[in-house]
């Protein structure tokens, strides 16, 4: 069963930073893809960023491109996003999942960006 783990969300003030880690169990994590998607309050959820299984490719939805770096730490089966120059819509709860997308979602990590 796949399992997910997101934190390192929290309340951070427009342009602060912060990272996100995920760390996945279930499913051999060097061979997937890893994504991160984000659910602001009444939207749907929608993906921000996926790296390739070996990290050598990465793509970036463009309302993040420039500002958010997703990397992967295989010998951890750790996935993360590091969020600088944060805006206010950028304010979601973020999940981690596999690219495409596994039924098992986590928990999530809520992310307010907010002076």
């Known amino acids: 069963q796949v399992q997910l783990e997101e934190s390192g969300g929290g309340l951070v003030q427009p342009g602060g930073s912060l990272r996100l880690s995920c760390v996945a169990s279930g499913f051999t994590f060097s061979s997937y893809t890893m994504s991160w998607y984000r659910q602001a309050p009444g939207k749907e959820r929608e993906l921000v960023a996926h790296?390739?299984?070996?990290?050598?490719?990465?793509n970036y939805a463009d309302s993040i491109k420039g500002r958010f770096t997703i990397y992967r730490d295989n010998t951890k089966n750790t996935v993360y996003l590091r969020m600088n120059s944060l805006k206010p819509e950028d304010t979601a709860v973020y999940y981690c999942n596999r690219y495409p997308p596994s039924a098992d979602w986590g928990q999530g990590t809520q992310v307010t960006v907010s002076s």
């Open positions: 790296i390739t299984n070996t990290g050598a490719g990465r």
